[in-house]
Nanobody, 120 residues
Framework: QVQLVESGGGLVQAGGSLRLSCAAS????????VGWFRQAPGKGREFVAH????????YYADSVKGRFTVSRDNAKNTVYLQMNSLKPEDTAVYSC?????????????WGQGTQVTVSS
């Protein structure tokens, strides 16, 4: 089994930055890729970013492209989400999840999430 734990959320003013972390433990050798998602109050879960575990290939939602950067440190079994130029509409609970097959279709081992609040 794989366990994922997010950290790094907080309150920031619009235009500011935060870096979220997603620390993996357990059978990390089984991780193909990791996705970041967010859920704002009263809204459904939204895909944010995706990174492969081995090669580091990435892709992003259009809403965050150019502002967010996903990266990973395999030695630390940790995936990061650097968020710059934050906007109030980025306010949400951010969660990471393991891409079960590596094809971006099926996610599991969800973390508990970390709250990001952007004030205007």
């Amino acid at each position: 089994q794989v366990q994922l734990v997010e950290s790094g959320g907080g309150l920031v003013q619009a235009g500011g930055s935060l870096r979220l972390s997603c620390a993996a433990s357990g059978r990390t050798s089984s991780i193909h890729a990791v996705g970041w998602f967010r859920q704002a109050p009263g809204k459904g879960r939204e895909f944010v970013a995706h990174i492969s575990w081995s090669g580091g290939s990435t892709y992003y939602a259009d809403s965050v492209k150019g502002r967010f950067t996903v990266s990973r440190d395999n030695a630390k079994n940790t995936v990061y989400l650097q968020m710059n130029s934050l906007k109030p509409e980025d306010t949400a609970v951010y969660s990471c999840a393991r891409d079960v097959t590596g094809h971006g279709q099926d996610f599991g081992s969800w973390g508990q999430g970390t709250q990001v609040t952007v004030s205007s």
